[in-house]
């Protein structure tokens, strides 16, 4: 039956299990959770009673009535624990505080990183942090972690990759940092998973649907989500959808290859190609420079969206570049479910959807035997961030089925845990 997930009744998982099937379920019953876990109704009984006494699931009314006694419905406690999400890159940082249910419930929005020395960066984001805490009044101990989104990370070296130029951080020890300064617990993950993990979670999308997500910053993620969990491979570089190479012959990457997706699509590949008309340049006051990237290409793309001939052209070129990668991907992993995300998509992402959704629709190797939905979900700077939140509420609430390669250790001195 499709959405049941089997589990065994001695797994140490089960109760995170239930927990999450509440979470995914909206409202469900107990009888609702035994038919969908597999679990006897004495173990269901036993495990939602620790959950409300604990405060992470409440009772909220009565469901239809099957003949005999109505059931009572159970939903998650969204204010019962809290969690913090960083998206951290050299243009700017996103913080949000999110419910254990993934609704934001503050955020705030600073300068990026890569002025000043990291320590003194991590200095900075620990004295933000605890600022916006304390402007919405919560208190740490209801804080279960902080979660952090990079643009490029080695999880096994604890380094970070902010842009090409923020090498200082390539060394150093982020989590570490972090943690030992707001003595909380700090997990972290490359930007595109985080912001598939929170479609996935805010979604309320079942473990049973494997979806990817498109994620668009100054360069290219993709996030892939495999039985409720981000598939990660050796490195945890799984999506790598920026260095796809689409020209063999095409222009140097900084990666070291050639052709690809990035040099080829990038919004810094847009806005060098909209360097190249002067008359165009002018008209939309773009700089050219690297600490102008964003607002070069957010003209372009506000040009484009308002039907400049010239901007829609740039914004095309480069959607039907994104779209033959997407489409590449969906044919190798057969996937019916695509979200494009991420502050690269906030003004032009209709214009992005319609060329890559065409090109899928039209092209795709599974287009007779199933369709494929190419959808423009959270555009906004906050989607990582909000993934990064999640990250953390799904070690708080979800089941590993196979060891997860984000970057907290088991030698952590705080581990996560619902108390």
Not at 139 to 143: K, R, S
Not at 291 to 302: E, K, N, Q, T, Y
């Given at each position: 039956?499709?959405g049941?997930?089997?589990?065994?009744p001695?797994?140490?998982?089960?109760?995170?299990?239930?927990?999450d099937?509440?979470r995914?379920?909206g409202?469900v019953?107990?009888?609702e959770?035994?038919?969908?876990s597999?679990?006897?109704?004495?173990s269901?009984?036993?495990?939602v009673?620790?959950?409300?006494?604990?405060?992470?699931?409440?009772?909220?009314?009565f469901?239809?009535?099957?003949?005999?006694?109505?059931?009572?419905l159970?939903?998650?406690n969204?204010?019962?624990?809290?969690?913090?999400?960083?998206?951290l890159?050299?243009?700017r940082?996103?913080?949000?505080?999110?419910?254990?249910?993934?609704?934001?419930?503050?955020?705030?929005?600073?300068?990026?990183?890569?002025?000043?020395?990291?320590?003194v960066?991590i200095q900075?984001?620990?004295?933000?942090?605890e600022?916006?805490?304390?402007?919405?009044?919560i208190?740490?101990?209801?804080?279960v972690?902080?979660?952090?989104?990079?643009?490029?990370?080695d999880?096994?070296?604890?380094?970070?990759?902010?842009?090409?130029?923020?090498?200082?951080?390539?060394?150093f020890a982020?989590?570490?940092?972090?943690?030992?300064r707001?003595?909380l617990?700090?997990?972290r993950?490359?930007?595109?998973?985080?912001?598939?993990?929170?479609q996935?979670?805010?979604?309320r999308?079942?473990?049973t649907?494997?979806?990817?997500?498109?994620?668009?910053?100054?360069?290219?993620?993709?996030?892939l989500?495999?039985?409720?969990?981000?598939?990660?491979?050796?490195?945890?570089?799984?999506?790598e959808?920026?260095?796809?190479v689409?020209d063999?012959?095409?222009?140097?990457?900084?990666?070291g290859?050639?052709?690809c997706?990035?040099?080829?699509?990038?919004?810094?590949?847009?806005?060098?190609?909209?360097?190249?008309?002067?008359?165009?340049?002018?008209?939309?006051?773009?700089?050219?420079?690297h600490?102008?990237?964003?607002?070069?290409?957010?003209?372009?793309?506000?040009?484009?969206?308002?039907g400049?001939?010239?901007?829609?052209?740039?914004?095309?070129?480069?959607?039907?570049?994104v779209?033959?990668?997407?489409l590449?991907?969906?044919?190798?992993l057969d996937?019916?479910?695509v979200y494009?995300q991420?502050?690269?998509?906030?003004?032009?992402?209709?214009?992005?959807?319609?060329t890559?959704?065409?090109?899928?629709?039209?092209?795709?190797?599974t287009?007779?035997?199933?369709?494929?939905?190419?959808?423009?979900?959270?555009?906004?700077?906050?989607?990582?961030?909000?993934?990064?939140?999640?990250?953390?509420?799904?070690h708080?609430?979800?089941?590993?089925?196979r060891?997860?390669?984000?970057?907290?250790?088991?030698?952590?001195?705080?581990?996560?845990?619902?108390?």
């Open positions: 039956m499709s049941i997930r089997r589990l065994g001695s797994s140490e998982n089960t109760r995170s299990a239930i927990l099937m509440v995914s379920s409202t019953s107990r009888i959770l035994a038919e969908m597999g679990l006897t109704a004495t269901i009984t036993k495990i009673k620790s959950l409300l006494d604990d405060g992470l699931v409440i009772e909220t009314g469901g239809d009535s099957t003949g005999g006694k109505r059931r009572s159970l939903e998650l969204p204010r019962a624990r809290f969690a913090v999400g960083l998206s890159d050299d243009a940082l996103t913080y949000v505080v999110t419910d254990l249910g993934g609704t934001v419930v503050g955020q705030l929005v600073s300068p990026g990183v890569g002025r000043a020395a990291p320590s960066e900075r984001i620990a004295e933000e942090l600022q916006l805490l304390r402007r919405l009044h208190p740490a101990g209801d804080v972690g902080v979660g952090v989104a990079g643009a490029g990370l999880l096994g070296a604890g380094a970070e990759r902010l842009s090409v130029t923020a090498e200082d951080w390539d060394s982020v989590r570490e940092a972090l943690e030992s707001i003595g617990p700090v997990v993950d490359n930007d595109a998973a985080c912001a598939a993990l929170g996935f979670w805010v979604g999308i079942p473990a649907q494997d979806f990817a997500t498109l994620y668009m910053s100054n360069g290219f993620g993709m996030g989500m495999v039985g409720g969990s981000i598939a990660r491979g050796a490195s945890s570089n799984v999506g959808i920026g260095h796809m689409l063999i012959d095409g222009p140097a990457c900084w990666c290859s050639r052709g997706l990035e040099i080829l699509a990038a919004p810094r590949a847009v806005v060098a190609n909209a360097m190249r008309d002067p008359r165009l340049s002018a008209d939309l006051g773009l700089t050219g420079e600490a102008g990237l964003r607002h070069d290409f957010g003209a372009i793309s506000r040009g484009a969206a308002g400049e001939e010239r901007c829609v052209a740039l914004i095309e070129s480069s959607a039907r570049y779209g033959a990668a997407v590449s991907v969906v044919n190798l996937l019916d479910r494009l991420g502050p690269g998509f906030a003004d032009a992402g209709a214009l992005y959807v319609r890559i959704r065409g090109l899928v629709t039209r092209l795709a190797r287009r007779t035997i199933h369709s494929v939905s190419v959808e423009l979900a959270d555009p906004g700077l906050t989607a990582a961030a909000v993934g990064a939140a999640t990250l953390v509420l799904q708080v609430l979800t089941p590993h089925t060891p997860e390669r984000t970057e907290v250790h088991d030698s952590a001195p705080r581990p996560i845990t619902v108390v």
